[in-house]
């Protein structure tokens, strides 16, 4: 149900704003990753379908032990409806009956945070009472009401409710999230199931084999460096006017998303995700940017906590890096006898420039990370999450690791040029 509502909340309308106007066209998105919005769109699209699957997935397995016919056949019903054979029982939702079904999940989550952390309340006082530690002051009377208080949230939660009442409000909410979800990319990715929106109802419409949704506008191809893709698929498209029209297409195009959406969650080979250094290089670069504001004053530290800092992010470098720096380093400190203060200002506004646009992706991978942990915190999240595009997943390894050696040989220089050394650090890349 959390995972249902994140992605209800992602799909709203000012998280889908936020989206086109700020995070797609971000330096940091604009440069690592990509310039192609259409690419950026698919990419988005894929990663919220495989999302909604897995829902779709544990809701599949709830219905089984359903007894009403419907909800036995949702499975049948959501993989109809995703290849465009939406049948008439199924193919109108309501929009405020959405929002009512998502209201109502909200209420079921809350009170299940609720019962948790009762629950995890009494255990540790049980556990007191176990080893005679509890308070005196705590009398038997507020135990046993404590008790009566957890029994109520059972019976208002989840764990009181039937299998039928719990599928036929998740299922209802899976077959919504993916009508907006094709009402949002239509015009990007050829395939969804095309979606009528009047009234404040969503219906589904049979897919028509000779007909397909595309981007009205279409021209020159990106160079968005590492990331292959098909080049009929990386045209520009006109976000001001990306309205959707209908045009001739052929069978083979129309019933290829499911995947080809699969196909683009998997990050090339070029890639920081694709090398698996994601987590690593987002570590790097927030460590950096906390070196830079113990530096600048901006964050207090005791000391040598400043050393030891520098020490984590050496230890994290791939050994690749490790010599780049150490080569550009000693470049560097044949240069020494130049140095000025002039210089070290000059270090530190680049520095600091490309971090303005480093530090957000790298955020957002720590984020991204995070929000897929199975954390019991993360498993009860609601708020929309990171999408994939956001993060260093599909950024330009090449790119990111230049990115990364400038900031630690500028940050070197500026403490030479300040005249405070590098440190235990400094000594190891001469």
């Known amino acids: ?38 690419f950026l769109f698919r ?9 909604l699957d897995a829902s779709a997935t544990t809701v599949s397995r709830f219905s089984m032990r359903c007894n009403a016919e419907p909800l036995l056949l949702f499975p049948r019903t959501y993989a109809d409806i995703k290849a465009g054979r939406a049948t008439t029982s199924i193919r109108t939702l309501s929009v405020k009956g959405v929002e009512r079904r998502v209201k109502k999940m909200e209420k079921c989550i809350a009170v299940v945070v609720k019962l948790l952390e009762e629950l995890e309340a009494g255990e540790k006082e049980m556990a007191l009472m176990k080893f005679g530690r509890l308070l ?7 135990l046993k009401l404590h008790g009566k208080k957890v029994a109520k949230l059972k019976e208002q939660s989840l764990w009181c409710t039937t299998f039928d009442e719990v599928v036929e409000l998740m299922s209802g909410a899976v077959l919504a999230i993916f009508a907006r979800i094709c009402a949002v990319f239509s015009p990007f990715v050829a395939g969804l199931p095309p979606i009528l929106i009047s009234g404040g109802r969503m219906r589904f419409t049979l897919l028509n084999p000779k007909l397909r949704i595309y981007p009205r506008f279409a021209g020159r191809l990106y160079a968005s460096g590492p990331i292959d893709r098909d080049k009929a698929a990386a045209k520009e498209v006109a976000i001001r006017n990306s309205c ?11 019933y290829k998303l499911p995947e080809e959406c699969k196909k683009v969650l998997e990050p090339g080979e070029r890639t920081v995700g694709g090398s698996g250094l994601a987590i690593q290089y987002a570590s790097i670069i927030l460590s950096a940017e906390r070196l830079m504001r ?25 050994a690749k890096l490790k010599e780049t720096v150490r080569r550009r380093l000693r470049e560097r400190w044949k240069e020494r006898g130049l140095a000025d203060g002039e210089l070290a200002e000059g270090w530190r506004e680049a520095v600091e420039r490309i971090l303005r646009w480093l530090s957000p992706v790298a955020r957002d991978t720590e984020k991204w990370g995070e929000e897929r942990t199975m954390d019991k915190k993360q498993r009860l999240n609601t708020k929309p999450r990171v999408l994939a595009l ?22 070197s220089c500026i403490c030479w040029y300040d005249g405070a050394g590098v440190g235990g650090r400094g000594d190891r890349t001469r």
Do not use: N, W
Request: glycine share 6%; charged share 30%; proline share 4%.
């Open 1 to 38: 149900m959390s995972r249902l509502v994140s992605l209800h909340r992602t799909l709203s309308e000012p998280e889908l704003h936020r989206l086109r106007a700020d995070t797609m066209r971000s330096a940091g998105v604009a440069y690592l990753t990509s310039t192609d919005q259409h």
């Open 43 to 51: 990419l988005a699209c894929a990663e919220l379908l495989s999302d």
């Open 136 to 142: 005196p002051q705590k009398p038997v009377a507020e």
């Open 244 to 254: 959707p029209i209908i045009g001739r297409g052929s069978r083979e195009e129309v």
């Open 294 to 318: 113990i530096r600048s004053g901006a964050e207090e530290a005791e000391e040598g906590e400043e050393v030891a800092v520098r020490d984590e992010i050496y230890r994290m470098l791939p």
């Open 390 to 411: 956001q993060t260093l997943m599909f950024s330009d390894r090449e790119k990111v690791e230049m990115a990364i050696v400038e900031v630690l040989v500028g940050f």
